[in-house]
T-cell receptor
Framework: ELKVEQNPLFLSMQEGKNYTIYCNYS?????LYWYRQDPGKSLESLFV?????AVKQEGRLMASLDTKARLSTLHITAAVHDLSATYFC?????????FGAGTTVTVRA | KAGVTQTPRYLIKTRGQQVTLSCSPI?????VSWYQQTPGQGLQFLFE???????NKGNFPGRFSGRQFSNSRSEMNVSTLELGDSALYLC??????????????FGSGTRLTVV
């Protein structure tokens, strides 16, 4: 069974500093997704990573994928308050998305 | 472009009742999948449908069932509700995996509370 592990599970960030969320998965997959969820809301797609070495950036967020290490990272640059949310990575296999437990991010002044 | 539409947004049901949730995918998406989100178990896969065929099913009891119609709309049904079925139920639609635009878009979810 495909397992997806995220760490840390909780991240208290100081405004202006840089942080990284890690996502490890156990079985080969050709796609990895990052989602954001605000409290009480649905999942918002952030990135789709399709191949080894893929790097995507949007604003203060940058995601990368290393399929050989089965590792993806979500890097946050110069954190700001509106990045406070829960971030999930997910891997697809056999028409099914397997999610990590999520990283709850809180940005403090 | 309309997104994934889930109805109803909120439901309160009594133990033992049954419930039906609906999901209308993005136009052109033929795959619909369902997920249950709870604080304790996180996001768990329920089932996936493509062209009215169930292609995969998660580890849920038989009380959970689903179907997909010819217009790609999908419903899921939970019978004999238990308190533990209280959750946010999310529907996602996508093109098929062979499409270069393969990716999952989630609906706003149905918040089910069982009392």
């Amino acid at each position: 069974e495909l397992k997806v592990e995220q760490n840390p599970l909780f991240l208290s960030m100081q405004e202006g500093k840089n942080y990284t969320i890690y996502c490890n998965y156990s079985t080969t997959s050709d796609r990895l997704y990052w989602y954001r969820q605000d409290p009480g809301k649905s999942l918002e797609s952030l990135f789709v990573l399709l191949s080894n070495g893929a790097v995507k950036q949007e604003g203060r967020l940058m995601a990368s994928l290393d399929t050989k290490a089965r590792l993806s990272t979500l890097h946050i640059t110069a954190a700001v308050h509106d990045l406070s949310a829960t971030y999930f990575c997910a891997v697809v296999n056999d028409y099914k998305l397997s999610f990590g437990a999520g990283t709850t991010v809180t940005v403090r002044a | 472009k309309a997104g994934v539409t889930q109805t109803p947004r909120y439901l309160i049901k009594t133990r033992g009742q049954q419930v039906t949730l609906s999901c209308s995918p993005i136009s052109g998406h033929r795959s619909v999948s369902w997920y249950q989100q709870t604080p304790g178990q996180g996001l768990q896969f329920l089932f996936e449908y493509f062209s009215e065929t169930q292609r995969n099913k998660g580890n849920f009891p038989g009380r959970f069932s689903g179907r997909q119609f010819s217009n790609s709309r999908s419903e899921m049904n939970v019978s004999t509700l238990e308190l533990g079925d209280s959750a946010l139920y999310l529907c996602a639609s996508s093109f098929d995996r062979d499409s270069p635009n393969y990716g999952y878009t989630f609906g706003s979810g149905t918040r089910l509370t069982v009392v």
